[in-house]
């Protein structure tokens, strides 16, 4: 699942990023649920190991899938974050006094 937010959609997309996660953590639940039940049922050894295997592969999968959403929702704010540091960089150049200025530093000792 590719998960990006732009600056103007920043708040759209992190409710459905949000959104995403709520769903897999109920997916998560469930699962983890279905693990507990097939553990203390009567099915036969070689089955229920199948089972348990499957279930554990899919419980992976999702936190697979909630972890990606949170590092690109997290990368995403790394952004935004870095393009307002960038935005506002410019600014504090023109306010700050220009002493770099060649031959600002040079002695005038005559």
Not at 40 to 58: F, G, H, I, N, P
Request: aromatic residues 0%.
């Amino acid at each position: 699942m590719q998960v990006s937010l732009s600056p103007s959609t920043g708040n759209a997309a992190s409710s459905a990023t949000a959104s995403d996660i709520a769903k897999l953590q109920k997916q998560l639940k469930s699962l983890v649920e279905e693990l507990k039940s097939v553990a203390t049922s009567d099915m036969e050894a070689k089955a229920k190991k199948e089972r348990v295997k499957l279930l554990q592969a899919q419980i992976q999968m999702v936190q697979a899938q909630i972890s990606a959403i949170q590092r690109a929702r997290q990368q995403a704010q790394q952004e935004v974050q870095s393009r307002k540091a960038e935005a506002a960089s410019p600014q504090r150049r023109a306010t700050e006094p220009q002493t770099s200025r060649p031959g600002s530093q040079l002695d005038t000792l005559a």
